[in-house]
């Protein structure tokens, strides 16, 4: 399974970096992406780092303010997310991806989920 960490509260302009742990297989063979979902919104790609070279895909939404990469040492792939909006607030998940980054992000399509974390941006 996909596990998701670091989640929290943080105020406007703060930072916050998700981690995404896999049990029972190992991560640095999947392509993965990060997703979320708001309230009443649908489900969002928004970063996806290649398996084979690391080459990684961003949401214009969240360009130049979130960083992915992952760490084959510990399994684990992070989202750094910096200089954090309101509008980021959501329930964050990772998924390992059979496709292309683009097509994982801009379709926002994933194929094993984590349970989520959430984040929310307030003062």
């Known amino acids: 399974r996909l596990v998701e960490s670091g989640g929290g509260l943080v105020q406007p302009g703060g930072s916050l970096r998700l981690s995404c742990a896999a049990s029972g297989f190992t991560l640095d063979l999947y392509t993965v992406g990060w997703f979320r979902q708001a309230p009443g919104k649908e489900r969002e790609g928004i970063s996806c780092?290649?398996?084979?070279?690391?080459?990684?895909y961003y949401a214009d939404s969240v360009k130049g303010r979130f960083s992915i990469s992952r760490d084959n040492t510990n399994h684990t792939v992070y989202l750094q997310m910096d200089s954090l909006k309101p509008e980021d607030t959501a329930v964050y998940y990772c998924?390992?991806?059979?496709?292309?980054?683009?097509?994982?992000?801009?379709?926002?399509?994933?194929?094993?989920w984590g349970q989520g974390t959430q984040v929310t941006v307030s003062s």
């Open positions: 998924a390992t991806a059979l496709r292309e980054c683009p097509v994982v992000v801009e379709r926002a399509l994933g194929d094993f």
């Open positions: 780092i290649r398996h084979t070279d690391d080459s990684t």
